[in-house]
Structures are given as structure tokens and as C-alpha cells.
């Protein structure tokens, strides 16, 4: 079955009546860009640079540097080719801890992290923006900051970038300056009030792990609860197509960077919902390229549009079963 994958490597990703979707990869350090090209992908939709502040001992025990930052990315920017590298600033806290030990917050998972630990952090932040522009003068960088939900956070955070470039133009050094900014949709008060972050932002990505979570009060890594951390729970349904049906009209695309994308059981769901970029771990992605090549969207749009108006969670479950049926 692997082997019978592996020959779909090169095949378009294109859907029966025509349409191409976009198929990427999550990539957690530069080094599983091997991986990513090894799949076939189009590019890197979610580069979790987290990890490469998470888990640092002895002698490196500090944050990286920007210049450590700068290798990194480039490296993961080179090793693409061409193929753009959605770059996310860093997203700790909660399930993704700087410190094990520095866990203090009653709340983690609502606490001072992603975004806003980096706007608590500015020069932190700054180090790190700088590191992401300077490798977009060496190929395609995208820029995807995590857990926005406010608008100051964005404009902050847009603010932010144009310091840092300033700074990079005064010590002559080249980067893109068209650098593309996107959102991670993954707070419900995001996806609700979704016409705020389009008229800011280049692009949007859904993390489907975090919005399931804060839309469901499910803490996504209690094994106690994840029997109940359902992602066809009809909230949920409603802000997926909600966030692609308005970020698509608007012309800003909107791409799925969380688990959900990488679950073959959901592609069709999501490609009847409008979904057109998917990003996931490079091992599911030829898979989920399989489904697709075998997926009619004149067929899908009106059956997804009917599991959309449900309410009944076994119908739902059901009738998402069925959209793989013949
Ligand atoms: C998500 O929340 O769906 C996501 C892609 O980000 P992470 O899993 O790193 O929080
Ligand atoms: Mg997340």
C-alpha cells in the first residue's frame, strides 16, 4: 500500500472535475524538510519553530540567538528549493513548555503564551522576526503568527515586523519585503470575527488541534476527556466553513495546518467546505492526495452543505462516512 502511495509522489494534486489543491507539510525542525520533499509536498504550510527554543540543556540552555534562528530557517528555506516555508513565530506555553519548571500558570492553556508571550517578550520577538526576514532573502518565506484573537495582537504584531525591518534595512541586510502575513485561526473569537483579521492579513490558517479545543473547553492533552474532544462537533463544523467560506470570499486564502487536515477520513469534508490548502505530517500527505484525486467537488459541495444544517452528532459522524461511500 506504501509502495502503491509512493508512486502518487509526483502526480498533480487535482481533483476529479479539476480543481488543484494544495497539499504541504508540518515541519517541527529544518531537518524533517527531507521528509517534506520526500512526500511531495508543495511547500512547508507550518514550520512549528517552537521547537527550537523547547527542551535546550547545558551550554545551549539559553534561547537561540537570531543568528542560530537565521541557520535554521535558511536551512529549512534552501532544503524547500523554491517551494515557500510558512515560517511560525514561536507558539510556547501550554502542551509546548520553554521549561518544564516554568509551568506556573493556574491555566496553561489560557495563559501567557504564543502571540502573547511574544508581545509581553519584544525583544525576543524582534530577534526572531529578524531571523524569519533575513531567510526570505534566500527563497519563499511566509510569516504565520500563532493564537491571535484581539486587534491590537494584530496590529501590534504588524507594527512589530515593520520595526524589525527597519532595523534589518539600517544594518543592510536584504530580506523580502513583501514577506506574506498570515493568522492562525484557532481561537473561536477569532474565527467569529473573522472580517477583522481579513482586512489585515495576507493569509489564514486554521489550527484545528487549538480551536477544537477552546471551542469544546476540552483540554486536548487530558486523556480523561478525549473521548469528548470531538471534531465534528457541529461548533466546530460551523467555524471551519464559516472561516473558509469568508476568507475565500475575501480572496485571502485560508489553509488547514491542524490534525484535522491530515485525516483522510475528513478530506472530503473539508474540500466540500471550500478548503483548497491542507497542511500536514509528511506522512499522511500522499494518502490525503490519494482521496482527493478520487474527489468530485460538484458532488461533495451540496452533501457537506446538508451535513452542515445537522445537529445530530451520529448523524453527522454518519453522513461524513458516507461522503467516502462509493
Ligand atoms: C493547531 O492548533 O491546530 C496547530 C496546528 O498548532 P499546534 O498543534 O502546534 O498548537
Ligand atoms: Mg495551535
Redesign the pocket.
Known sequence: DRKKLSKLRKTPSITEDGTEIALLA?IELPEDCAAAMESGAAGVG?F?S?FLFMGRTGVSHKLPSEDEQFESYRKAVLAMKGRPVTI?TL?IG???PLDDAEQTALNPALGLRAIRFCLAEPQMFLAQLRAILRASAFGPVRLLV?MMAHSFEIDQTLAMIEQAKTQLREAGQKFDPLIPVGA?I?IPAAALTLPMFVKKMDFL?????????YTLAID?ADHEVAHLYNPLHPAVLYLLSSTISIGTKAGVPVAV????AGDVRLTRLLLGMGLREF?MHPRQLLAVKQEILNSDLNVLAPQVKKILKSYDPVAIAEAVEQLRGE
Open positions: 508540518n507550518l512549528r517552537e511560525r507558539d501550554a502542551d509546548k500563532p492562525m484557532e490558517s486554521i489550527g484545528t488541534n487549538d480551536l477544537i479545543q486536548r495546518c491542524g490534525e484535522m497542511s
